[in-house]
């Protein structure tokens, strides 16, 4: 897949970002291009090899209708999980790994309404933490807002 400048995109497990640039650079003697994504929700630029993109799993930010849909579900749907906690977490861990805005919701979801019932191991509640500022991230890139308010559509 091919990226252009302003192209809006989602580094799994990092954030959604903005492509600002496509640079050439010499790394150890060998000359590639690198993607440069401004994360806002980290704070942080990242740069990767353009033919190292589709095995990070970057893609572009779902569409405004697919996040509304993943919305109207996050809200709606109930906790799909019952796993014992080992298992739990490993098969959280694979979907968030992917990268796909359905799946980070899910686990969101399945963890808050878990939250409500007994307190969170440090584990999930680091789980929680980083997939909740990557949903937010894509959000607020999506939909032009503020962190807050993106954070402010998961309140459930």
């Known amino acids: 897949m091919f990226f252009q400048i302003g192209d809006k995109v989602l580094y799994p497990m990092h954030g959604a970002g903005i492509i600002e640039a496509i640079e050439e650079k010499e790394i150890l003697g060998e000359y ?5 994504i401004s994360i806002p929700i980290s704070n942080m630029n990242v740069m990767i090899p353009i033919n190292s993109v589709e095995k990070a799993g970057v893609r572009l930010v779902t569409d405004s209708k697919t996040m509304k849909s993943i919305i109207f579900d996050f809200h709606n749907e109930e906790p799909t999980c019952s796993l014992p906690w080992k298992e739990r977490y490993k098969q959280n861990i694979e979907k968030l790994k992917t990268g796909d805005t359905l799946d980070g919701a899910e686990v969101i979801r399945d963890l808050l309404h878990l939250q409500k019932e ?19 991230s894509e959000l607020s890139i999506i ?9 402010d559509l998961l309140v459930i």
């Open 118 to 136: 007994k307190p969170l191991n440090s584990s999930e509640k680091q789980m929680l933490n980083d997939a909740s500022k990557i949903l937010i």
């Open 143 to 151: 939909k032009d807002i503020s962190e807050t308010q993106a954070a």
């Open 32 to 36: 590639r291009q690198y993607y440069i």
